[in-house]
Structures are given as structure tokens and as C-alpha cells.
């Protein structure tokens, strides 16, 4: 049995569910930042389980390759509902770059659906599994909001993020040459130049942006230790 593509309407049903349960929930908070707070939570654990179903139809053999449409279609229905529910709430400390993330993302798996190549959805679920680690920048911000975020318990956080994220750099980078040395030029032959120079933006995008991230958290880091230096003195 094949995946019909063009009939997505069973599964466009997983993201709207999920969609719609959290602005139930964001409905009993009375301003913008708590509305947000909730909907990164819900967030949370949605992308857990996808990120653990990518990587279950990456790797567990070819009887799951019925999956890996699957999870492009309701990864990328799931963020496009995630920006709309975000600009709808306003108050979201959305850096530019998450954006970036989001549209780049957007615009690759529906590349993936559209022009199903070889290794091209393999690379598709193996990048979405990238998304286990999508509670550490919400237990941070979680972490900060209620004084949490000092002592022992920032070195050790701290640490955890740096490792997590110098992770998704490796990873997304193996992934990245994939791409150049072995999924591109079946890509092209079977899209064209057009389609494939816009899957090279976005492809480079989802690669790049980690960098920005661990960049950040290293500058974020630096800061956080001058604060304590005085008060250790």
C-alpha cells in the first residue's frame, strides 16, 4: 500500500488535533508571554514523539519507508500551524533564525513529498530526529522565569546544552554532506536547477542555523559566568 501524497487529509489531521488542543490551553492564560510558555510546552511533546518516529522510519528498515512521507507532511504542517499560533498570540521572543529555521524547513519537506528521490526522505526523517532535543531551549527559558537557573544547577545545564547542541552540529553536518555527495544530483535530475537551487537555500539553512544556535549559547554562557564572577569573589 502506498502513500497517497496528494490525498493528505488523514494525516494533516494529526497537526490540527494537536493544534487545536493547544489553543485550548493557551486560552486559560491571561496575557501573550504565559499563552506562549504553554504553547512551547505543548510543542515539546509533539516534537518528541515525531522526532522518535523520524528516526524509527529512518532506521529501522525498509518496512518503514511508508512512514517517512508521513513525517515530512506533519512536520511541516506542524510548523507552519506553530508560526501562525505564534504571530496569532504575539509577545514571542522568536529570533530571526528560528524563523529562517521554520521556512527553510517548510520549504524542504515539501520538496521531499514533491520529488520523493532516493535517500531524500531518509535525510528528511534522520534531520527531523534532530528534534529530541526541542525541551532544552524551553526548560531554559522555563529554568530563568523561575530562579532556577544559577549555582550548581546552570554549570550543569549549561553543560548539557553545550553537548546537546555541538551535537546537532555534528549531525546536521553528516546529513549536509549526504546531501551534497548523494542525494543531490538524483534531486536534480528528477526536479531541475530551479527546484534544486531553492532545496540548496533551505538545506544550508537547517545546517547553518545550528551553528547561530551554538554561538549564541556560547556568548549567553559567557555572560552568565562574568555575572558570577563577582559575587564568588
Known sequence: MQLRVHQPWALLGVPVLLCLNKLLIISTRPDPASRNAAAALCDVGFLSFLAALAWYAAEAGPATRLLRPM???VGMSHLLLEMLVVLGVGGAKWGPELYAHHLSACVAFAICLLFPTPGFQLSACRLTFIECTAALPVALREARE????KGDYMVGFTALMFAAFTWRCYFA???MYQYITATRAPLLAAAGLPVTLLCDA??????AVNFIWLEKLYRGARKALAKTKPQSA
Open 71 to 73: 513525517v515530512a507532511l
Open 146 to 149: 523561575h530562579g532556577r537557573f
Open 173 to 175: 553536518s553528516t546529513i
Open 202 to 207: 533551505a538545506s544550508g539553512t537547517l545546517w
